[in-house]
C-alpha cells in the first residue's frame, strides 16, 4: 500500500518561503511523475508543479518563478520550495503523482499566507 506524507506548511507571511516535503513508502516513486497540488478553500485541488523522473519540471503560470520542485529519488522523496509566498497561495498541498492516483491521496500539509 502506498503511503504519500506531506509536512513543512506553516502560517508566513506575504512574501515568504516555506519548503515542503513529501515521503513516499510502499512503492518506488522514481519511476513516476511527481506532482504538488493546491487546494484553496472552498476550490478544486490543482496542480501546480510536476516533475519527471528525470527532472523535468513544468509549473502553473500562477507559481511560475516563485515555486521550485524538486525530488531525492534515492529517498523516494519531493519537495516544494515556495517563496514570495502570496494570500492566493493560502490551502492545502498534496503530492501524488502526475496524473494522480486517486488512493494515493496523503493528508496534505496547510500553508496559510496571511499578515
Known amino acids: 500500500q502506498v503511503q504519500l506524507v506531506e509536512s513543512g506548511g506553516g502560517l508566513v507571511q506575504p512574501g515568504g518561503s516555506l519548503r515542503l516535503s513529501c515521503a513516499a513508502s510502499?512503492?518506488?516513486?522514481?519511476?513516476?511523475?511527481m506532482g504538488w497540488y493546491h487546494q484553496a478553500p472552498g476550490k478544486q485541488r490543482e496542480l501546480v508543479a510536476d516533475?519527471?523522473?528525470?527532472?523535468?519540471?513544468t509549473y502553473a503560470d500562477s507559481v511560475k518563478g516563485r515555486f521550485t520542485i524538486s525530488r531525492d529519488n534515492a529517498k523516494n522523496s519531493g519537495y516544494l520550495q515556495m517563496s514570495s509566498l502570496e494570500p492566493e497561495d493560502t490551502g492545502v498541498y498534496y503530492c501524488?503523482?502526475?496524473?494522480?492516483?486517486?488512493?494515493?491521496w496523503g493528508q496534505g500539509t496547510q500553508v496559510t499566507v496571511s499578515s
Open positions: 501524488n503523482t502526475y496524473p494522480p492516483r486517486n488512493l494515493w
Open positions: 510502499g512503492s518506488d516513486f522514481s519511476l513516476y511523475t
Open positions: 516533475i519527471t523522473s528525470d527532472g523535468t519540471t
